[in-house]
Every structure is written in C-alpha cells, then in structure tokens.
C-alpha cells in the first residue's frame, strides 16, 4: 500500500529525516511543497504492508515539532 | 477486543519493521543466527503477551531488542562451553541502554549485510536461502511465507529448522565477504532476491494477496541492499530490472487474466513513477562503470521499452546491441532467439531471418516452440507464405498451451 506523508514543519525538513524510510527500503518519492501560512512543507511517498506501518515508520523519525499527515494513495 | 487487535497490529509493523535488525545484531554477538532468530522469536512472543497489557514501549525495537539480548545470555548460560561469550554479551547489555536500536547505523547496516549473505550461503539450497531470506530479512511468517509458496506451513518450518541447522554444521561465519569470496557470494543473494520476485510476478488473479507481495518484498530487500552495497552495479541493475518489471504489473494482464505481450500492453496502466525509479537505479549502476553484469544489461533491455511512450518508439537497434552484449555474459540460444527478434524490428525480417537460420542448429532450442514460431513469422513478413505455414503448424504441434496453438494456427491458416 502506497501512503502519502505530509510533514508540516515550521523548518526545512533536512535530508536525513528521510533517510531511515531511504535505507529501509520504502520511500519511493520525497519533495519539497511550496511554503504555505503553517510554514515549510514536505511530501515522502512510502510503499508498506499497512496503514499501522506507515504510522510507526514516521514515528520514528526524529522530526522537529510538526504536523503530519499520513494519506492512504488507491489502488488504480 | 478493538484495542486488543489494534496493538497485534501495531506489534505487526514493529516486527517486520525490527526483526531483521534484532536478529543480524544478535546474531553477531553470538555468532549464531539460528540463535538469534529463536531469541528474536522469544523476544516476538513477550511482546504479544506484554504490550496488550501494559501497552506499547516508547522505542519498542529497543525493547525487542534488549529482551532478545536477556534470553540469548540465559539460553548461553545454560551451555557451559559459552563461558566466554557470556562475558561478552553480558558486559554489552548491561552497557546497553533500552534505546540499543538507535546504535550507529553503520553498524546495524553491517550486521544486515552480514545476515543476508549468511540467509543466502551457497551451503543452502535454493529454497531453503529464500525462505531464510523472508523470515529473518523480510519479518515474514512461516504461515506466510507457505501460503505465498503455495505450500504447507509444515513445510516452510521444517525448510527454515534445516537451513539453521546447515549453516551451523558447516560453521558458516557471520560476516560480510571480501576478496574473490565476494562476487559468487553477492550473486546468490541478487539470484534469492530475484527469485522471490519472480515468484510474486507469477501470480496470477484470484492467487492469495501473499503472492504479488512478494515482488513488493523483492524490492524492498533489493532496495535495502542497495543502500547498504552502493558501489556494486549489479545490485543497481537488479533493482532496476524489478523496478521496470513491476511497473507493468497492472498492464500485463487483460480483463480476463490472460497475459498481454509487453508491445500490446496499454502503456498508460504501466507506472511511470516506477520505471523513473528503474531509470534512475540503472543510472546508479553506469555511473560505476563496471563491466556490464547479467542484470543490469536486462535492465538496460526493460528500460528500451520502459522509455518508449508507445511501442512504435522502441530503439530495436539498441535492443539487438544489448542482446549481443547478453549473449556474451551469458550465451543461450535464447537470447539469440530474442537478437534475432530485436533485429528483424530494427533492421527488417531478413535479418532475423539470417540469424535464426544460423542458431536453428542448437540443441536447446529442438523441441521448443518458439523457434518455428519466431521463423514463421519472419517467412510471413517476407511474403514467403508456404514456408511461413508450415513453420506455424509445426509451433503448433510443439506448444503445450492451448491458448497459443489456437492462435498459431490461425495464423497458418493466414498463409492461405
């Protein structure tokens, strides 16, 4: 299953918050978003076996005070 | 009962989240992997008796880990003759925080790389390497991976009680491999994980969801690898082959689950993002610059169509070069068949003509189908009708698919 993360940051969102998804295998796609009135934003587009992986992956990461949203992506 | 099942599934994730890096860490402490899977195992079922309860741990890979650490001591303790390996282990827990998973990654990624040659020793067979590979590095099930193989749960365990028990009579070292040691090692993992794929690719419809998933496994494990062996192109061209080849999952298929030929598939079912992924893996693995491996030149040979929005736009030229580089690496008069494939579309049947006329001889390829078929074709381009017509009757007789003898010999009743 394929989730969208969106990480709402009121900093950058630096290259080794992805690295744990990276070296696990998971993350097919990161990018910046353009920067919006909660601040910066980022995306990560990760492929795992479900909704509570996607959620313990991200809880893992050591993130700065942010939001996060996880988004189930359907399957076509 | 809802809370309840929602920590199972929440121990789920950690596990297959965790387990590998348990397991590959303990395994270089005792220097035992049978060990340190049963300890991860023990670890797994305290979890599924504590967490209900006393809910999930902050850090609950630490939690794993540090408790598969206590048993390993216990379980060594009971063995006299590891006096002084208990030393050893007994100083590193107690210098161990409960946050022990977030040790250097450099490490861990060691121990990883370590557990994956180990789970695919040549001293095991090919079975026994893949379900080791999908229990120790892929968190999967016995029950699991018996219904992705269509087998018994009997059997996977009875697989997996063997395969430890091999590696440990033939006192296989936990380690990473160097030297010439390295380059056959390193093959029989990229052949395990393109095993695995291959099985999940070959599910068809209806086929338990386990199946296809083992493709997802596939490139998770070749991903990984990546990451940890960045400067082999072989393993760069193994993850863009699965890339490219997953890509077409959705578009190989027609409505009634038969299969589509890669050049008649609706190209807007493939997933581009996936074949980017694949592209960029093969980009990876030239800017090695080593000599061209098995996988990458297939690869190399996926992302010809992968690049091409519609069939039309395929570089057959490339193709038939890459077929010749194949056919160096690894020569098979099927890979001359395909050459000869490749260059009829680049350069006319004539010139497919001349090559299957020249590789006809060669014994892998009597009896097999394909070759009458791939010449009547040519023979039908070229207007040569009544060669054309036997060489399509004569496939006919040599296919044991129904499907496909149907439709050759429609075509040589096309011969007139």
């Known amino acids: 299953m394929r989730f969208m993360v969106f990480v709402k940051s009121p900093k950058p969102l630096a290259a080794l918050h992805r690295d744990p998804l990276l070296r696990a295998g998971v993350l097919l796609d990161a990018g910046d978003l353009v920067p919006d009135a909660y601040g910066v934003s980022g995306y990560w587009l990760i492929d795992v076996r479900d909704h509570e992986e996607a959620v313990e992956r991200v809880r893992r990461i050591p993130l700065p005070a942010c939001v996060v949203e996880i988004r189930q992506v359907p399957v076509v | ?416």
């Open chain 2, 1 to 416: 009962m809802g809370a309840t099942t929602s920590v199972h599934r929440t121990i789920d994730a950690v596990w297959r989240m965790e387990s590998a890096k348990v397991i590959a860490a303990l395994a270089r402490y005792t220097r035992d992997v049978g060990l340190a899977e049963e300890m991860a195992q023990d670890a797994l079922v305290a979890a599924l008796e504590q967490w209900p309860e006393e809910g999930v741990p902050r850090n609950p890979g630490g939690w794993l880990m540090t408790t598969a650490k206590r048993r390993s001591i216990d379980q060594i303790r009971r063995r006299e003759n590891f006096n002084r390996k208990v030393e050893e282990i007994g100083r590193d827990v107690q210098e161990a925080t409960p946050d022990a998973s977030e040790g250097i990654e450099d490490e861990i990624g060691d121990d990883l790389l370590s557990l994956m040659f180990t789970a695919c020793h040549p001293v095991l067979g090919t079975e026994a390497r893949v379900a080791l590979t999908l229990k120790m590095l892929g968190g999967l099930k016995t029950e699991e991976i018996a219904r992705a193989f269509l087998v018994s749960d009997a059997t996977v365990a009875q697989r997996i009680v063997r395969a430890k028990k091999a590696l440990a009579d033939a006192g296989v070292p936990f380690e990473v491999p160097e030297g010439p040691e390295l380059a056959p090692r390193l093959a029989s993992v990229l052949e395990v994980i393109y095993l695995i794929f291959n099985e999940g690719y070959s599910a068809t419809q209806g086929d338990d969801w386990l199946r296809p998933e083992l493709c997802t496994e596939a490139l998770r494990l070749g991903r990984v690898l990546a990451e940890l062996a960045p400067k082999e192109a072989e393993v760069h061209g193994l993850v863009a082959l699965m890339e490219i080849q997953a890509s077409r999952t959705k578009a190989r298929t027609g409505p009634g689950g038969e299969p589509v030929l890669l050049l008649e598939q609706d190209r807007s079912k493939w997933d581009w993002l996936l074949i980017g992924r694949g592209l960029k893996a093969l980009e990876r693995a030239e800017a090695l610059n080593q000599p061209p491996g098995p996988y990458y030149v297939q690869a190399a040979l996926a992302a010809c169509h992968g690049r091409a929005r519609k069939a039309e736009d395929t570089d057959w030229q490339r193709i038939a070069t890459l077929y010749q580089v194949l056919a160096q690496i690894s020569p098979s008069p099927i890979v001359e068949l395909n050459r000869a494939v490749a260059l009829s579309m680049a350069f006319g049947p004539a010139a497919g003509l001349a090559l299957v006329d020249e590789i006809a001889g060669a014994k892998a390829l009597q009896g097999y189908h394909l070759l009458p078929s791939v010449r009547g074709d040519f023979l039908a381009k070229l207007g040569r009708t009544e060669e054309a017509k036997a060489e399509f009757e004569k496939a006919a007789a040599l296919t044991r698919n129904e499907r496909e003898k149907t439709l050759l010999l429609e075509r040589a009743a096309a011969c007139g």
